[in-house]
């Protein structure tokens, strides 16, 4: 049940761009970001060579951002320091043939944007952005390749 209130608020940071009154630090300056000093503490240990690390604190969330062997990836932790998931761009390709089929058929006018890999410790799903010249919906490809509508995001 925890897990279905977190991915709306994951996907909601993902999709806004509205961050303006949001505080982001870089690493080295996250004791004024007010980053729980346990929450540092993991991410340095999950994420060992991590790179260009900039920290934002909203209502809700601690969210690094980062680099690591080279992805560019997001790591979300609650406001009591418990680990939420980590996203990060992918290909198309990443997710299954049977989901690509199914998007195909079910959303023809559209054409796939940005693909999220959101990998909570329960399983990895993905975020497909689609978009024609009227919308934009995001639809969720469940670990079991299943595909449903998420939200629409224009």
Do not use: C
């Amino acid at each position: 049940m925890k897990k279905l209130l977190i991915i709306p608020a994951i996907i909601g940071l993902l999709t806004t761009g509205a961050f303006a009154a949001d505080k982001k630090v870089a690493a080295d300056d996250d004791k004024n970001a007010n980053v729980s000093y346990a929450v540092i503490n993991q991410f340095k240990t999950d994420y060992r060579g991590a790179e260009n690390v900039t920290w934002t604190v909203t209502e809700s969330t601690q969210k690094a951002e980062f680099t690591l062997e080279g992805v560019k990836m997001t790591a979300f932790y609650n406001l009591n320091g418990e680990y939420l998931g980590t996203t990060r761009q992918v290909a198309y390709k990443a997710i299954s043939a049977r989901a690509q089929k199914e998007i195909a058929t079910r959303y023809k006018a559209y054409t796939v944007g940005q693909v999220i890999e959101l990998n909570t410790g329960d399983g990895i799903q993905h975020f497909v952005d689609l978009k024609n010249d009227k919308s934009e919906i995001l639809v969720r490809v469940a670990p079991t390749s299943a595909v449903y509508y998420f939200q629409q995001v224009k």
